[in-house]
């Protein structure tokens, strides 16, 4: 897979993961669980990686503005990651796939990015 083709479908992830927070931001329980997820993660930037992608190709994740956004990791100037998470790229690719299941049930997403707090 190459580093576009990376970038490609961490963008739609990202697209369903952010569609999934607006769309369902109200409702019991994905409010108060999401809310809690993102004061305690604002500010605070991820390390992502793509099991097969190019080794020496990451990201760096974070919330702005209520959204979930990424940059290559290069981008990141003497960034001090707070964690790393590591996905499969076939998880990213099923999510990216199939939107409409995540974006109406936001417990099927993967969050664990949000709380896992090993390095």
């Known amino acids: 897979m190459s580093i576009a083709e990376c970038d490609e479908l961490l963008k739609r992830y990202l697209d369903v993961c952010n569609q999934a927070l607006v769309l369902n931001g109200e409702r019991f329980p994905f409010k108060q669980i999401l809310g809690a997820a993102q004061r305690s993660e604002k500010g605070r930037k991820i390390e992502l990686w793509i099991s097969d992608t190019p080794p020496t190709h990451s ?8 959204r979930i956004v990424a940059a290559p990791h290069g981008e990141c100037a003497d960034c ?3 964690r790393r998470w590591t996905v499969s790229r076939e998880y990213l690719q099923e999510v990216a796939t199939h939107p409409d299941v995540y974006i109406g049930n936001p417990a099927k997403i993967n969050w664990e990015w949000m709380y896992n707090t090993r390095r």
């Open 80 to 82: 001090q990651c707070d």
């Open 59 to 66: 990201y760096v994740m974070s919330i702005d503005q209520g």
